[in-house]
């Protein structure tokens, strides 16, 4: 009898030793001749900014990693390793989560998805010969002497051209312009892009009321702000409720849409709300970002926004940008790469360019349109751009 449990004992060894050979062996979990490429990924994993900003940017990631899957580069088989830390929305937590990245888990490419972070990151990316994809800094922190720094969304100033542009043709009724923005580096980045924008299409700003990005009482800057009574008023849903308690009747805009903004200002408060940063909704959209859509929506309960769906396209075009470098280490050759190609998305073509806007070309030209919120939850695209007519257009209002 013992001698037949051995046996069946070596038979199962077997048996797993084979089942490891073939998932990869070794029992690290890695598939046999792939190898990985890692993705540093800077981000507020916490707080209201970790729950709108951070963690749906590191679920859009988790998402396109595992729709991409393998992608082979020179020959090679690679996957992504996606590697996060939480750098807030501070210096302090910018400069942590690099440095970490960089010298601990030994990065060459780092995304960062909130802006004050981003450029606490780029003198140690700059110098650390470390490929930096941020969002939300001035142009002023671009150029030749940032070689290593790429704006890897759609910028500010495309997004403004192209809402004024949609408010210049389809809504002569509006004439005046004004924000309620948090006080910090994306905040005036924005602003600033907005300002030009509208003084473009010769629309007034009338004002701009700032608050703190950790306050939780916003009537006082929601009184001051329906007191200037504006036509267009960039606002998010903390906001337009209370505005609309003071009697505004204008029309309210902002980057991002969620459902949670109808639940929190009020559906009624939200018709009319204008999105222009482009949304993953509504029947225009391809086939795999519908796909991603209802994937989403089953892994993590809730609807596709554009948050995630910007980091699904990012490492989209990344990994296409891997493709078409040949390499995954050499950081020259991948950023001559992005600065000269056209990169395949779920979107459609995305590529890097504007550089008569920052000096040197490095920020990403994407489709972009405007979405008008018209319901419960009801989300109808109102205008829309191509890539090319996007550079075209964002050279027109900026380039200057």
């Known amino acids: ?225 329906a007191d200037t009574d504006p036509d267009l008023c960039y606002a998010d849903s903390r906001q337009i409720g209370p505005m609309r308690e003071m009697g505004w009747e204008g029309t309210s805009f902002y980057g991002v849409y969620f459902p949670y903004f109808g639940e929190m200002a009020g559906w009624s408060n939200l018709e009319g709300h204008l999105s222009y940063y482009p949304e993953p909704l509504g029947e225009e959209l391809p086939e795999l970002v519908k796909d991603m859509a209802a994937e989403y929506q089953q892994r993590y309960g809730e609807q596709l926004s554009m948050m995630p769906f910007t980091y699904i396209i990012q490492l989209y075009y990344l990994t296409d940008a891997l493709k078409k470098a040949g390499t995954v280490d050499d950081v020259d050759q991948i950023i001559a790469t992005l600065e000269t190609e056209t990169f395949d998305t779920p979107i459609g073509p995305v590529k890097f360019g504007l550089d008569e806007l920052d000096g040197i070309g490095h920020m990403l030209i994407m489709p972009s349109w405007v979405g008008e919120i018209t319901g419960v939850n009801e989300y109808n695209r109102v205008f829309y751009l191509s890539t090319d007519e996007a550079e075209t257009l964002t050279v027109e209002v900026f380039g200057q």
């Open 1 to 225: 009898m013992k001698r037949w449990l051995l046996v069946v004992a070596n038979v199962v060894l077997c048996l797993a030793l084979v089942a490891g050979v073939a998932c990869g062996g070794g029992g690290d979990g890695k598939e046999e001749g792939v190898k990985e490429v890692k993705l540093g990924i800077g981000a507020p994993l916490g707080g209201i900014y970790g729950k709108f900003i951070g963690i749906p940017s590191k679920q859009g990631f988790e998402l396109a990693a595992d729709y991409i899957g393998e992608f082979t580069v020179d020959g090679q088989r690679y996957k992504w390793n996606l590697i996060f830390e939480d750098a807030g929305i501070d210096s302090a937590g910018g400069v942590a989560a690099t440095t970490k990245l960089i010298y601990d888990d030994g990065v060459k490419l780092i995304s960062h998805v909130y802006g004050t972070p981003a450029l606490a990151a780029q003198p140690i990316c700059e110098d650390s010969d470390v490929i930096l994809i941020t969002t939300g800094i001035p142009l002023d922190t671009m150029g030749p002497d940032k070689p290593h720094t790429l704006i890897g969304m759609m910028s500010g100033e495309e997004s403004a051209a192209t809402l004024m542009k949609y408010i210049s043709e389809e809504r002569p009724e509006i004439k005046t312009v004004a924000a309620l923005s948090e006080d910090t580096t994306t905040g005036h980045t924005l602003v600033d892009t907005l300002m030009t924008a509208v003084e473009y299409y010769g629309l007034d700003w009338v004002g701009t009321e700032w608050f703190d990005p950790n306050a939780a009482e916003f009537y006082p800057v929601a009184t001051k702000m």
